[in-house]
T-cell receptor, first 111, second 115 residues
Framework: LAKTTQPISMDSYEGQEVNITCSHNNIATNDYITWYQQFPSQGPRFIIQGYKTKVTNEVASLFIPADRKSSTLSLPRVSLSDTAVYYCLVAVNQAGTALIFGKGTTLSVSS | GAVVSQHPSRVICKSGTSVKIECRSLDFQATTMFWYRQFPKQSLMLMATSNEGSKATYEQGVEKDKFLINHASLTLSTLTVTSAHPEDSSFYIC???????????FGPGTRLLVL
């Protein structure tokens, strides 16, 4: 099972760009990298998913180097409402169906 | 993206009673749904995989007789916490894979408090 490592916490100010890097050294060939955002007492919300190179949507960008051993979630111009826990996910359970969560990164945005 | 709903959003029950939580995929069909549990300040922990028309698959350490899962249709899975005790108090979140690319979407969660 591919394991992910990401910083426990990060601090930022409103309007700044935030980059959260996740390492996944033993990612499998057919694994996608998916990032979720979770607010307190809510279910995780899908942010972005990628396999290689760069993916961009209206919320974030995801950068994946050629070796795919890491990925970086980029949040442009964060606001106070971006304060949340961000999870980088690669691993699935033994049956190969469900995502397994690591500890996540708690992002705190201040004014 | 695809939408997953849960009901109820929160429930309080007495110790020894059973509680049922519903999980629905609103705009897609899901042959497989997942149930997670999350304690305060911790990450989500996978409890079981719910399979439409067949038995659920439980993760190691999860009591199948205590957490009954039924997946009777392609859009509905239920989790019943039987004989609930205070230690079962937690945030229960369901999930299902939907379009595109079988992305895993999560419900809003159900807060269970057992008194």
């Amino acid at each position: 099972l591919a394991k992910t490592t990401q910083p426990i916490s990060m601090d930022s100010y409103e309007g700044q760009e935030v980059n959260i890097t996740c390492s996944h050294n033993n990612i499998a060939t057919n694994d996608y990298i998916t990032w979720y955002q979770q607010f307190p007492s809510q279910g995780p919300r899908f942010i972005i998913q990628g396999y290689k190179t760069k993916v961009t949507n209206e919320v974030a960008s995801l950068f994946i180097p050629a070796d795919r051993k890491s990925s970086t979630l980029s949040l442009p111009r964060v606001s106070l409402s971006d304060t949340a826990v961000y999870y980088c996910l690669v691993a699935v359970n033994q049956a190969g169906t469900a995502l397994i969560f690591g500890k996540g990164t708690t992002l705190s945005v201040s004014s | 993206g695809a939408v997953v709903s849960q009901h109820p959003s929160r429930v309080i029950c007495k110790s020894g009673t059973s509680v049922k939580i519903e999980c629905r995929s609103l705009d897609f069909q899901a042959t497989t749904m997942f149930w997670y549990r999350q304690f305060p300040k911790q990450s989500l922990m996978l409890m079981a995989t719910s399979n439409e028309g067949s038995k659920a698959t439980y993760e190691q350490g999860v009591e199948k007789d205590k957490f009954l899962i039924n997946h009777a249709s392609l859009t509905l899975s239920t989790l019943t916490v039987t004989s609930a005790h205070p230690e079962d108090s937690s945030f229960y979140i369901c999930s299902a894979r939907g379009p595109p690319r079988e992305t895993q979407y999560f419900g809003p969660g159900t807060r269970l408090l057992v008194l």
